[in-house]
């Protein structure tokens, strides 16, 4: 059996594949990319195209699949979305030209983590991650590669760096080590990272600082090295690595921020519901990036946030000059993202156009912030530079009405080229100029039926019959002889052909190298455009505070260095927005110096959720430099948050809500500090009953006496408020409740002191449930108190009783004695979970 040959064209694929077995590669032949072999099964299923085969004659035929290349995008697209990696190879020689297999390259590697072109621009960041270790000490670098932003830090353990990753909301790790199992199932498993390896490492002093430390030199280095090994060219856009610390931000982790809806709802996924969508004024892509990027990091540094604060209010104050700023923001672009484009080299004479749109409004946008007068905006002015020589090199060369594409001409405007002009003369008169000589020979010669014609061989040429030889005049001169006549031609006929054909020859070339000059021109100019769009993205972000703090009636948080909170008539702003015209009831939070706990109870669907998000909102927007939502508020500066709002399993990694719980109060008791912030709502409800509340005591008192943090803990368990007797820094709260024949009304309002009763089954009859269900439950309600009552005035019974958390108090059970042993004041959580698991076995 004869081995089939491989044609010298598919032999070039497969070197090529070779060199990318990770990626779909798409291969250009003429107008379409192709993929063959596996990647033309596998992207034609997922793709849905129509899968063929080359060589269908042979014995194995090989699959085939293609798309368009002026629609590839949104195939590229959906791959990418999927999580896999596009390789582009594209034809790098004019197949006329061309010498036997025409030459390929891949020239760009698309992966989830550099994505910069896509056919639905998204406005949000995707930023690409790196990862390294030296010892345990770990280290994360991460980059926007659309933009260029560049970041680098150190941090202690992987359960950080995962946590970091997540905040990021990051699709693709580059890793610079060997992961262990249990850190690849964590990245790619539980967290569908695609993960990237990387060994080598790019030195690049004007991008890495040398005072990074080497573990960060050696992370970000790796981190440009895969930039350059994907995206196959040097990007000028790239900005210097900033080095930050998690310390430097208010913490907290992907859980609290999802719980709190603080970028999306967390329960829909959607943009309505959150912060975001509550403080999303913005004008600008680039303003909306930042908005989430100072929600996603709040500040501690207070002298940053009363900066933010100082401007905020300067909007609030100028009104008219502030809307004025708002109308010329809406016609500035994404120039962030251009500046990138002009880096890849994909500038289209669009962008250049909108460029020079933003530019022609930054003066405008100057003016008006110089005019208020104001020393809070100087630092704000001082970033917004015009670039006029930018401008006034883009609008006096690009056509306002210029194409998308660079190679079709007319790009370039009347006037900025004396030799376009001359060519773009020649091809709109030309026509005329050969009427007009062909008119004035016929009447020189007397050929009343003299005529120039044309053709690709002659060019243009006087025909004339053999009949009309005779009055041939001096001037011209023969270029073809036929049967019945002859084409002559004459100098000034010549030229006009020269020009003619010069002109439509070379005029679009001409225009595309006009433009490409205008393009590396522009490129220099890039640091300064980055500059400016920081600077006209805090513009956007800011006045948005201040249109929301007056929509929302917001007023300006004062911080102490106190750790008291007083929060006058809070409330939760984006709950107030949604509920729109209803009405919203606020709640005061006052946690003094020496209060640094509150114990909440009260019934389901008071409050008890709202009372304790509401806090965490106002802090989270007093730390962004927002106002915040309250008739007055004053608070120290937190470092972090943590919470445990709401129940639910995470599946993917096979742990019940219980031990999410748990594992989630882990994090808080050890991580937390007295200047930290923790929610927790109904901890311990997702064990058995006496568990859970040993388990919420245990909490509680850990908190109370070792950590020290401000913390909110709602919770069902009534027995729990005693602790008031003995915690002194512990106070008991409740939701008011009004009780009037028979019929609960919810107040949510917090009051002073312990709820009386839970009204579960008030909520039960509020959510419908039959009537007589609800009068089953009220009975059972009442005989089970009794039956509690019973148990405190009682003596047990030595009697054998069934089995259940009952008996395990009885006098005589053997595990009275190890539970009365147990020092719950030296125990972690995690560890009273796991007496309490052991003791239950015993039983």
């Known amino acids: ?226 930039v350059h090994r994907t995206q196959l060219r040097e990007l000028s856009h790239l900005q210097k690595v900033q080095r930050y610390e998690i310390k430097d931000y208010l913490q907290m982790d992907y859980a609290t921020k999802s719980s709190l809806d603080l970028l999306e709802n967390g329960r829909t996924g959607k943009k309505h519901g959150s912060l975001y969508w509550l403080m999303d004024e913005t004008k600008t892509a680039m303003g909306m990036r930042l908005l989430r990027s100072w929600i996603d990091r ?247 505070f201040a249109v929301v703090a007056e929509m929302q009636h917001l007023v300006r948080p004062n911080f102490s260095d106190q750790r008291a909170i007083a929060i006058e008539n809070g409330r939760h702003a984006v709950v107030e927005k949604v509920m729109g015209t209803q009405s919203y009831i606020p709640n005061s939070i006052y946690l003094d110096e020496e209060t640094d706990m509150q114990l909440i109870t009260g019934p389901n669907m008071s409050g008890k959720s709202t009372y304790m998000r509401q806090l965490a909102m106002i802090v989270i927007m007093a730390q962004m430099g927002a106002y915040v939502p309250a008739d007055a508020a004053t608070l120290p500066i937190f470092d972090a948050i943590f919470t445990r709002i709401g129940a639910a399993d995470d599946l993917v990694s096979g742990q019940s809500t219980f031990m999410v719980e748990m594992m989630e109060a882990n994090k808080a008791v050890r991580l937390a500090s007295k200047q930290s912030l923790i929610l927790f709502d109904e901890l311990g409800r997702g064990t058995a009953t006496y568990d859970g509340m040993a388990l919420a005591q245990a909490i509680i008192e850990y908190i109370h006496d070792k950590v020290g943090a401000k913390t909110l803990f709602a919770t069902h368990y009534h027995e729990l408020t005693a602790l008031d007797k003995e915690l002194q820094h512990l106070q008991n709260v409740h939701v008011s409740t009004l009780e009037k024949d028979g019929q609960v009304t919810f107040l949510h309002k917090i009051a002073d002191g312990p709820a009386d009763k839970s009204y579960g089954i008030h909520v039960a009859k509020i959510a419908g449930l039959p009537t007589d269900l609800l009068q089953r439950a009220d009975s059972i309600l009442r005989n089970l108190e009794h039956q509690a009552a019973s148990v405190t005035t009682t003596q047990v019974s030595d009697q054998p009783v069934d089995a259940g958390q009952m008996d395990l108090f009885a006098v005589d059970h053997p595990v009275v004695e190890k539970i009365r042993q147990l020092n719950l004041n030296q125990m972690t959580p995690m560890d009273a979970m796991i007496t309490l698991a052991n003791l239950q076995k015993e039983v």
């Open 298 to 544: 709040p500040l501690v540094d207070s002298s940053r946030i009363l900066e933010r604060q100082e401007i905020v209010q300067v909007f609030l104050d100028y009104f008219f000059e502030r809307s004025d700023v708002t109308e010329s923001l809406k016609g500035v672009y994404d120039i962030e993202r251009l500046a990138s484009r002009v880096s890849f080299g994909k500038t289209t004479p669009k962008d250049l156009l909108q460029l020079a749109q933003t530019l022609g409004n930054v003066p405008t946008i100057k003016a008006i912030l110089e005019q208020i007068h104001q020393p809070a905006l100087a630092n704000l002015i001082a970033q917004l530079d015009a670039i006029p020589e930018l401008h006034a090199l883009i609008s006096a060369a690009i056509d306002p009405d210029a194409q998308g594409t660079i190679t079709d001409g007319n790009i370039i405007k009347a006037g900025f080229d004396e030799q376009l002009d001359q060519y773009r003369l020649v091809m709109r008169e030309g026509t005329g100029w050969i009427a007009e000589i062909e008119a004035k020979e016929r009447a020189n010669s007397g050929i009343n039926n003299l005529k120039i014609d044309y053709n690709k061989k002659d060019g243009y040429y006087f025909h004339v019959t053999n009949s009309n030889l005779g009055h041939v005049p001096a001037h011209f001169f023969r270029k073809a002889t036929l049967k019945n006549s002859e084409r002559f031609g004459t100098e000034e006929l010549a030229k006009i052909e020269g020009q003619m054909l010069e002109a439509r020859d070379k005029s679009s070339n001409l225009e595309y190298e006009i433009f490409m000059r205008i393009r590396q021109e522009v490129e220099k100019y890039i640091g300064r455009l980055q500059a400016l769009a920081q600077g006209l993205a805090t513009v956007d972000v800011l006045q948005a």
């Open 1 to 226: 059996m004869t081995k089939e040959k491989i044609s010298p064209g598919m032999q070039q694929y497969l070197d090529i594949k070779a060199q990318h077995p990770d990626a779909f590669l798409l291969f250009r032949m003429g107008d379409f990319y192709e993929l063959f072999y596996e990647d033309a099964v596998e992207a034609a299923q997922i793709l849905e195209l129509t899968l063929t085969s080359r060589n269908k004659n042979a014995e194995h035929p090989i699959p085939m699949a293609g798309v368009p290349y002026h629609a590839a995008q949104q195939y590229i697209d959906t791959l990418v979305e999927l999580g896999h990696k596009v390789a582009i190879a594209e034809q790098m020689e004019d197949p006329k030209t061309a010498v036997g297999v025409v030459k390929r390259a891949v020239v760009q590697i698309i992966t989830p983590g550099t994505v910069v072109d896509s056919a639905k621009p998204d406005a949000e960041s995707n930023f690409l991650v790196a990862i390294d270790r030296d010892g345990k000490e770990f280290a994360l670098s991460y980059m926007d590669v659309a933009t260029g932003q560049f970041f680098v830090t150190k941090l202690a353990d992987f359960a950080s760096v995962s946590g970091e990753i997540r905040n990021l909301r990051a699709r693709e790790v580059v890793v610079g080590f060997e992961l262990t199992e249990s850190q690849e199932q964590v990245l790619h498993s539980q967290m569908n990272l695609l993960l990237s390896q990387e060994t080598d490492c790019v030195e690049d002093v004007q991008l890495i600082d040398s005072s990074l430390s080497e573990l960060e030199k050696a992370v970000a280095g790796k981190l440009l090295s895969y």
